[in-house]
């Protein structure tokens, strides 16, 4: 083992011990730097971003608050109405108008396209066998135009195989144009 001896003076051995220790720590927190800015940056913008989607969408929700408040208002109002007019709550609750339309709508499908459906008439039914503490039965007519026969028998075919209605028939077939074409014209009766 070799031995030296320093003469570098007391004072500039302490300069050279602080300037290494500060290049060491500089070089340490330059790196820190470099590495936790992106980071930072990039949580940042991901916050940021965030944040305006959440006032984004609040601000979408909001008229659907408004309308929340009016739907609470409007069946508050419903419960109020005399019975008279609550038989069409009645009709929504055991067979929904929707439900309706959407088996009407398969069967158009089922006949590709070719059936037309151009006037729905829902009423009471006083006809309708019930009981006394049944509600009334309904009737629905349904009025349209096909491209022939063949599709209104699918159509009301579809619609027996729904199992929606209690009876389904067809009233009424005839010719007629629609513009330049040979249409038929038909009426179909459901009740339920």
């Known amino acids: 083992m070799k031995t030296y001896l320093n003469l570098i003076p007391e004072k500039i051995r302490c300069r050279q011990v602080f300037q290494r220790t500060l290049w060491l720590w500089s070089g340490v927190w330059l790196l820190a730097i470099v590495i936790i800015v992106p980071i930072g940056w990039q949580q940042w913008s ?31 109002k419903a419960k109020n109405i005399s019975p008279m007019t609550a038989v069409s709550f009645d009709f929504d609750e055991r067979r929904p108008l929707p439900t309706l339309i959407a088996a009407i709508s398969n069967a158009a499908v089922e006949t590709r ?17 019930r009981r006394d503490d049944a509600p009334a039965g309904y009737r629905l007519v349904l009025k349209g ?20 209605f209690q009876k ?25």
Not at 50 to 71: A, N, V, Y
Not at 145 to 164: P, W
């Open 113 to 129: 396209g070719n059936v037309s459906v151009e006037s729905l008439t829902l009423e009471t039914n006083p006809a309708s066998p």
């Open 168 to 192: 389904v028939d067809q009233k009424s077939i005839g010719q007629s144009t629609f513009g330049d074409i040979a249409v038929q014209r038909y009426e179909v009766e459901c009740s339920f």
């Open 145 to 164: 135009i096909a491209a022939n026969s063949a599709d209104v028998t699918t159509f009301v075919g579809s619609l027996r195989r729904c199992n929606l």
């Open 46 to 76: 991901k916050a940021n971003s965030r944040r305006r989607q959440i006032e984004t969408l609040e601000r979408d929700f909001e008229p659907i608050r408004g309308l929340k408040s009016e739907l609470i208002a409007l069946r508050q």
